[in-house]
């Protein structure tokens, strides 16, 4: 039934491009199924879906907006190329770093690396520790070149001095940032349509909750926006959750994220 379905939205998409003076490559169209593991384990028929004149079987691993996804949501693959590809950048950013002003070296610094750990950085809420901790080596090792130092200095008072978030806080901080655009209704209409929104809103006396949703996994569903969403809004100090103005509420919760995990 859902490939039918697939198959039906694609031969709308062709048609449009088609109408449009464009054309869909169809031997180019990649498809990904998501398999828990027990089920991957088993030999299992995959479905073939058509599209136009080509049979796509479902691959593996598949990009979209600069994400590597999996057949089981387990980002293993995204963070090895976002590790790859940044220290890449660091590498030739170190070979130039003693002809350029501290602030041009700070910004090549934020453009290659740091924004990329942070790019789509809320879908790895809930990940492994160790996962986690192969992005923080890469920011390490960007805080080290920004700052000089050695290799062997404690990292701690670096990001300190840097004012920067390790990156189990920045992902918190994304996911923040998002619940608090779909509690004052300034997120994409996906988030605040009736049929698809996350989280109902409930009103109280004091500031506005999220509705935490049940989840149906306990690794995989507590992953899900639906449910981290809530936990971490609902966690906030009244105060907090009361600032409408979006600069100042993340200005106060990059406070008590840094507190946190500087304390």
Known sequence: MAISHMEECISEVRMWLSNNQLKLNDDKTDFLMLIPPSTRQKHIQLPVLSVGSSLITPSSKSRNLGVVFDQGMTFHDHISKTVSTGFFYLRSIALAKKYLPAEALATLVHAFVSARIDSCSSILYGLPKYEINRLQKLLNQAARLLTHTGKYDQITPILRKLHWLPV?????????????????????????????????????????LLERKRANKRSAGDRAFSVAAPSLWNALPVAIRSTGDLHAFQRLIKTILFRNAFS
């Open 168 to 208: 189990h806080q920045r992902i918190q901080f994304k996911i923040l940032t998002l619940a608090h655009k779909v509690v004052y209704e300034t997120s994409p209409l996906y988030l605040r349509h009736p049929k698809h929104q996350q989280s109902r809103i409930t009103r109280s006396s004091s500031a506005p």
